[in-house]
Structures are given as structure tokens and as C-alpha cells.
T-cell receptor
């Protein structure tokens, strides 16, 4: 079945550092890929998405490219801020209409 | 556009008691989902409705969990009787016809603690 594997956390960075959170997936067919973010005390918010191979999703300085050959969708940001501290979830929208399969989440803490 | 509304925000119950959660999706959204998020894990789909019909409930523990979506709008998720391992955040989400490709909107969740 479909599955998503994220890099283990927590990740701790200083402000303005470069961020990468790795995500790989297993799926049949051609899934859509998503990154969701969960700020402390809040619900899940869609951060960015890509619906086909080689698509690049971007939002708020974050980027991720749908790599079919490596089955990956790594999240990157060139310069993180304290306000980026949150839990980040990689998710896959597979062939079962609408269902999302999530990774386990990566906690990011950014220090001033 | 109003978001997905859930209530209550927090609930503490003793094991073997029953509890119910309510969700009001975004107006016009045909598909409604209930996810369970255990601390330190990603959300897991419990049940998916398309209008008022069940599309997927393969991971719903049917001996204790039940859900309904009357009139294809609001939904209620019930646990009876609750176990300690049911402690989690219960998330409701809704989507229009393009949920698969465009992601969907989550509510703020109900945090359940079973003691």
C-alpha cells in the first residue's frame, strides 16, 4: 500500500540557516504530493503541493520538487525564521480518491 | 470562506465512557474525512464520506467507533466505550471535487484524553 517516510527529527536550526526535510514515498500509479505544516496549538495547513512529476511546489519561501525517479519530495527553505518553528508533514494523495497518507512528521525548532 | 468547524476543542473522559465529536465542513464540500492523530505520529484516516455515503472506513475500529453524516453536511464521530489508546487529536477535513489533487482543509481538531 501507499506509504510516506520522513527524516527523523527533531531538527534544530539557527535563524537564517538552510533547511532540508527529506521525504520519500511508495505508491502505485501517479500520486499527488503535499507538505502540511502544524504550528503549535493549531490545525494542519496546506503548505505546498505538486501534482505530477517534475512539478515544483512553493509557498512562503519553501519549495519541494516532485522527483518520480527517486520517489522523493524533499522540503527546502533557504533561510529559516523563528516563526517557521512547527511540525512538518509530508503526505501523498494516492489512487484512492481524496485519501491522504501522511508521514510521521518532523519537528522543526528555529532559534534566534 | 468559513473554515472547517469542530467541537469541542478538548475533552477528558475516563476509560469505558463514551464521547462524541462534531464537525461542520466548508459549505458545498461533498467529501468529509475524519483522521486520528496520535502524539508523535502523522494523521491516519478513520473514515471518508462522499455526501452522506461512506467511501472508506477500512481503518475505523468498528467495535467501538461509529460515524455518521446526516444530510451530507455535518458529521459526528462517536467512541463507545473509550480506551486509553484512543487518546489523540481527532481531525475533520473537507474537500470539493478536486481533493485528490489540491489538498483539503482541516479543522483545528478535538484533543481527547482518556484517563
Amino acid at each position: 500500500g501507499d506509504s510516506v517516510t520522513q527524516m527523523e527529527g527533531p531538527v534544530t536550526l539557527s535563524e537564517e540557516a538552510f533547511l532540508t526535510i527529506n521525504c520519500t514515498y511508495t505508491a502505485t500509479g501517479y500520486p499527488s504530493l503535499f507538505w502540511y505544516v502544524q504550528y503549535p496549538g493549531e490545525g494542519l495547513q496546506l503548505l505546498l503541493k505538486a501534482t505530477k512529476a517534475d512539478d515544483k511546489g512553493s509557498n512562503k519561501g519553501f519549495e519541494a520538487t516532485y522527483r518520480k525517479e527517486t520517489t522523493s519530495f524533499h522540503l527546502e527553505k533557504g533561510s529559516v525564521q523563528v516563526s517557521d518553528s512547527a511540525v512538518y508533514f509530508c503526505a501523498l494523495g494516492g489512487t484512492s480518491y481524496g485519501k491522504l497518507t501522511f508521514g510521521q512528521g518532523t519537528i522543526l525548532t528555529v532559534h534566534p | 470562506e468559513a473554515g472547517v468547524a469542530q467541537s469541542p476543542r478538548y475533552k477528558i473522559i475516563e476509560k469505558r465512557q463514551s464521547v462524541a465529536f462534531w464537525c461542520n465542513p466548508i459549505s458545498g464540500h461533498a467529501t468529509l474525512y475524519w483522521y486520528q492523530q496520535i502524539l508523535g505520529q502523522g494523521p491516519k484516516l478513520l473514515i471518508q464520506f462522499q455526501n452522506n455515503g461512506v467511501v472508506d472506513d477500512s481503518q475505523l475500529p468498528k467495535d467501538r467507533f461509529s460515524a455518521e453524516r446526516l444530510k451530507g453536511v455535518d458529521s459526528t464521530l462517536k467512541i463507545q466505550p473509550a480506551k486509553l489508546e484512543d487518546s489523540a487529536v481527532y481531525l475533520c477535513a473537507s474537500s470539493g471535487t478536486r481533493g485528490r489533487n489540491y489538498g483539503y482543509t482541516f479543522g483545528s481538531g478535538t484533543r481527547l484524553t482518556v484517563v
